[in-house]
């Protein structure tokens, strides 16, 4: 029985699997053989989401397909992000690591701020601003379906406050790497904690330091904005019984949550990586077959997070967004805007204070 729940997520892996493999035949012709770079300048995770858009618009996906793309957004994405952990070495995450914890939480106030005056202005429910303003604050996708039950949001406001994050983040993952690039002048830890704090998703995170990485060469780049993000993430522990309490004060009953159903276990895979790497270092040093596998298991993680993005894109229904009214997605701009540049701002204060 369980072998064949788990072969029906088969077509939808392989899809996503297929579409990782054109997207990086394409780069390779485009920017090897039709540019005539010894390495493409160009980025498989960025061509993956793209092709994955035009496809998934373009023909209806078949049931079949659907429950393994799902399974892949989800669970394989997570272990392409515990992967990741492979390329930090002893405490390099701790550098960054400061930095980053006041960022987040400077950027999560303003926000929430921001959109708290914007309700009043737009009219727009208190429930689908809140589920805006989480997704936009701590992780996105994952943020807004813990916090809907504990504020008793309708099934209508959570699907509007996911589109509304899955359009920015699109926008933000796509345009940030070159913008971050331009802006912070190539700056590793500058770029790294910009991507880390101002992109909505965990997944959107990842494929932008993966696009920036793939871009200019920089796998720092990726590590710190994963770091940032998963640090990010766990705010969700603080925020959700905030917003509990926020939204359900003064009334005689309060939504149950469960910081064990919300905490985002991904992340202690994650960091037991970097103990798994920085322990075979320690025991196998520069040992060939333990660099070999270090090699292997960063590639697979790029495999995975670049199948994640063809299946983010192959679900992206360009229609439902479109058709989904106007006011919410001010908002998303907005609380996307505010972030970006309460980030920027905080960066440039930071380096004024301590250069």
Known sequence: MKFKKYLVLLPGIIL????????????NIIGIELLGYEKSPLSTAM??????????????????????????QRHILKIGIICLGIQLKPFEFLEFGAIA?????????SVLIVIKLLIKQLKIPTRMAYLISIGSTVCGTTAIIA??????????????????????????????PY??????EGEPLLIGLFLGTSIHETSQVAAAGLIYDQQFNSPETLNIATVT?????????????????????????????????????????????????????????????????????????????????????????????KNMGYKPFIVGFIGMATVGIVCITTIELYLIYFN
């Open 229 to 321: 993000k998963l640090i990010r993430n766990t705010f969700l522990i603080i925020m959700i019984p905030l917003f509990a309490f926020l939204y359900n004060r003064g009334k005689t009953t309060e939504k149950k949550y469960s910081i064990i159903d919300i905490f985002p276990y991904f992340v202690l895979g994650f960091a037991a990586m970097i103990i798994f790497r920085n322990l075979g270092d320690l025991i196998y040093s520069n040992n060939y077959k333990w660099l070999f596998a270090i090699e292997g298991i960063k590639l697979s993680s790029k495999i995975f997070l670049t199948m994640a993005m063809a299946a983010i894109g192959l679900s992206t229904n360009l229609k439902e967004i």
């Open 179 to 184: 913008f971050a690039d331009f802006y912070f």
């Open 47 to 72: 061509i993956a989401i793209l092709l994955g858009m035009l496809f998934g618009n373009i023909f209806q996906i078949r049931e079949s397909f659907l429950r393994g793309l799902d399974f892949t």
């Open 101 to 109: 914890i006041p960022l987040i939480i400077i950027c999560i106030i």
């Open 147 to 176: 916090t809907a039950p504990v504020i008793g949001a309708k099934k209508n406001e959570v699907s509007y406050a996911i589109a509304n994050i899955t359009l920015f983040g699109i926008l933000s993952m796509l345009i940030y």
């Open 16 to 27: 996503a699997f297929v579409l990782y493999t054109l997207s990086q035949g394409f780069n």
